[in-house]
């Protein structure tokens, strides 16, 4: 089935007799445009991992997906920008596919190579201008993720930082526990990249992106 640009909201689970329900916001943005790498099979996975987490931590899910040519630096920052949290919402952003940095750049976080075809860098866009304006959402808790390399490339300029399905797979009280202590006891927000600065990243057409696979414990598998 053809997935398409979502903004639709996923209702796997609300706390009993709790009509203010809080979100678990979750940006799934995967380059599936390149085969041999894998993100489609991220992409899929964070659809069903967002929903196991928001059922055992009892959060409604709200998914903002693009993957395919739908996968674009305009749709990701359109997301970006209208995204509204309330105060004890959690957020989880993820990225899959290719990534670049220029040498210029000072940010330890690579550039995403959003609708990748020959690095069009006009489409590109830091993960960092993704973390500045997740911070000014006001989310209670902020998950970062982003599977892709981070070494630099001839020819790309450094970029202007800032402008303005699942179900449960498991109802795992030790799971559940550990979910809620990462998304609602947490507060603030943590970046997780597959790669430093320099570093590239590796994924296959079977698992998707190694440090994904490896992130989520191979739970597919």
């Not at 750049?105 to 993704?130: I, R």
Request: proline share 2%; glycine share 10%; net charge negative.
């Amino acid at each position: 089935m053809k997935k398409v640009l979502l903004t639709a909201i996923v209702a796997v689970a609300m706390l009993v007799g709790n009509a203010t329900a809080q979100t678990f916001h979750v940006i799934n943005f995967c380059n599936t445009l390149d085969p041999d790498i894998g993100c489609e099979v991220d992409y899929d996975r964070i659809i069903q991992e967002a929903g196991a987490i928001g059922a055992l931590i009892g959060y409604e899910v709200r998914f903002y997906c693009g993957e395919g040519d739908d996968c674009s630096k305009e749709n990701l920052m359109n997301t970006l920008n209208s995204l509204s949290c309330g105060k004890d919402d959690v957020v989880l952003f993820y990225y899959s596919g290719h990534g670049t940095r220029s040498s210029q750049d000072k940010s330890e976080f690579p550039q995403m190579c959003l609708k990748y075809s020959g690095y069009e860098q006009e489409k590109f866009v830091p993960v960092h201008t993704a973390v500045d304006i997740l911070q000014a959402k006001g989310a209670h808790f902020t998950l970062v993720v982003t599977d892709c390399c981070n070494n630099p490339v001839s020819g790309i300029s450094s970029k202007t930082l800032m402008s303005k399905d699942g179900g449960a797979m498991t109802d795992n009280e030790a799971i559940a526990r550990n979910y809620r202590k990462l998304f609602v006891e947490s507060q603030g927000m943590v970046i997780v990249t597959s790669s430093k600065k320099g570093q590239t990243s590796l994924g296959g057409k079977r698992n998707g992106g190694l440090f994904t696979d490896q992130f989520f414990g191979n739970s597919l598998y």
